[in-house]
Every structure is written in structure tokens, then in C-alpha cells.
């Protein structure tokens, strides 16, 4: 029983000695490497955002059809995600 306890204090002591120390440089480069990573993941959608909302007035889109067309690439890239990753797997890893 005793040995739980310890285990459990090592454990607390370790997650205050995480949540103290600074990020080091190489942890700060992992953070960079994934936030560029999400933002070449994410333009296409962002992009289609900006320009739908560039479109609305003058194709005269109602709230409903920009809202669709937004749905569209959310969807089409989830379709998209699924079928080159299935791809991908076949063809790129042999």
C-alpha cells in the first residue's frame, strides 16, 4: 500500500515540477513545427472563408448558401482526407 502512495507523490511532484520550469528551446521548436503544420493543413479552409465572405454581396448569397458552400469544403476535405490517406497508404508505402 505504501508503495502506491509513494508512487502517487512522485507522480504529483513531477507534474509541479512541469508545470514550474520554463519551455526549453527545443520544446518551443515542436510548438512551431505544429503550429505551421495546422496553418498548411487549414488555408484551404480559411481561404474559402475569406473569399465566401468577399462573395456574399455581390452574388447576393443568402446566409444559408454561404453557410453551404462553407459545409462543402469542410466536407469535401474530410472526403478528401479519407480517400488520399487510404491512397497514400497503398501506393506510398511499399
Request: hydrophobic share 50%.
Amino acid at each position: 500500500m505504501s508503495d502506491h502512495l509513494a508512487a502517487d507523490s512522485d507522480t504529483r511532484t513531477a507534474y509541479a515540477q512541469i508545470d514550474t520550469r520554463p519551455l526549453t528551446r527545443n520544446q518551443w521548436s515542436i510548438i512551431g513545427v505544429v503550429v505551421l503544420g495546422n496553418l498548411a493543413e487549414f488555408f484551404d479552409l480559411f481561404l474559402v472563408g475569406f473569399i465566401v465572405s468577399l462573395l456574399t454581396e455581390p452574388w447576393k448569397l443568402t446566409g444559408f448558401e454561404a453557410g453551404a458552400i462553407l459545409a462543402c469544403a469542410g466536407l469535401g476535405t474530410v472526403i478528401g482526407a479519407i480517400f488520399w490517406g487510404h491512397f497514400g497508404d497503398r501506393i506510398g508505402r511499399k
